[in-house]
């Protein structure tokens, strides 16, 4: 039997994946445990939302890509509470799983700021399952919209409302643009896929306004050159099956759509409620855990939190959920139980900004690396080279450039594919018995 001390790491994304890697050479027996048996790259999840890559192109087996790993333990069960006395992890199968140290790295979900029920009509983007609903809606509005008789049903069905004007939202944007003018262009014969009206809800003064200097207003240019309306300074205050309410200057406008994406807001997994009630602390506002400086909890050094999970700052500064913090910070607690092992003392979590970027359509991004902003072409490139070099195995990162390859000399998608059941609500003009082909005069 062995008698290593034991981590267990709860989440295998970039934060857990991180952790569980840098523990390779350190004399512990890691058990990494989520309840799907796969690392997602989640900042390419709007490409399979609009149809460019596939989601397997984006993620790999947790098995292996640890699979050289001798002193790892991959777990596929789903966490349901701790023990922080008893030092123990309770899982869904099986019996609870004790730990020396715990780091835990569960991720982040859709925040509606409280209006929970609009998850329904307005999905966000944080899963692969999020991503193909993503798609199906898209899609499945222009076939609607191919069908529908009445122009006011048609409006609706190419009307694309995309809330939140950050990364996530803006890439959307930029996406759907591509789709309309350019990839479905000739696949349609009663409708212009170009008539696709695009409305990016953003409620501060510019799209992408963490980025400094001007590069948010760089950005809102590149987007109406792109065909994307924007509404800044705007709110959503109310979404239904068939519209969404928007308030801006006090006014209040209904804009009838079919399909809405939300990219406004997220939260810390509901796993943050349960630890931080085991331990007896509180969240904050976005459903993060409180941690100190070397990412430990209040009173309990051997659990560490990190990611989307810990509410963190840095030289005063809360620190982003980026999948660059929670890699830094997977490294850092490795490195901690390495040094305490070994009797040393660790210093504090330092995170080291090495940038951030956005890509925003064909040739337009933006990126900002220390003090230093670009804008176009330089940062796009930058962007998809760094995004390749990301991607955790070789064979994502060969099958993700032959796609962009292909999507760039063709302007063609080849993930276009409705799956999933399809709502039964195209056509409202043709209950009255004509049975002339749609655009029959």
Sequence with gaps: MSTQRRVVIVGGGFGGLAAAKRLRPVPVQVTLLDRRNYHLFQPLLYQVATGVLSPANIASPLRGILRHQRNCQVLMNEVVDFDLVGRKVLVREGDPISYDWLIVAGGATHGYFGRDEWAQYAPGLKTIEDATEIRKRILFAFEAAEQELDPNRRRAWLTFV???????????????????HYTLR????????????????????????????????????????????????????????????????????????????WAAGVKASPLAA??????????????????????????????????????????????????PVAMQQGQYCAQRIEA??????????????????????????VAQIGKRRFFGLLAWAMWLVIHILEITQFRNRLLVLVQWGWTFFTRDRAARLITGQTEPRVVSARSDGDSRSPGTP
């Design 162 to 180: 995309i809330v939140g004007g950050g990364p996530t939202g803006v890439e959307m944007a930029g996406a759907l643009s591509d789709i309309a």
């Design 274 to 323: 349960k630890l931080a009630n085991a331990c007896g602390l509180t969240t904050d506002r976005a459903g993060r855990i409180p941690v100190g400086s070397d990412l430990t909890i209040a009173g309990h050094a051997e659990v560490m939190v990190i990611g989307d999970m810990a509410s963190c700052s840095n030289e005063g500064k809360p620190l982003p959920g980026l999948a």
């Design 186 to 261: 000739h696949d349609f014969r009663n409708i212009r896929s170009s008539e696709a009206r695009i409305v990016l809800v953003e409620a501060s003064q510019y799209p992408l306004d963490m980025y400094g200097g001007d590069l948010p207003a760089r950005s809102l240019d590149a987007l109406y050159k792109l065909h994307v309306e924007v509404r800044t300074l705007t709110k959503v205050v109310d979404i239904q099956d068939h519209h969404v309410v928007l308030e801006s200057a006090g006014q209040r406008a209904t804009l009838e759509t079919e399909t809405v994406v």
């Design 340 to 365: 305490h092992l070994a009797g040393r003392s660790t210093q504090q979590f330092q995170y080291r900004d090495r940038g951030s970027m956005a890509v925003i359509g064909r040739y337009r991004a």
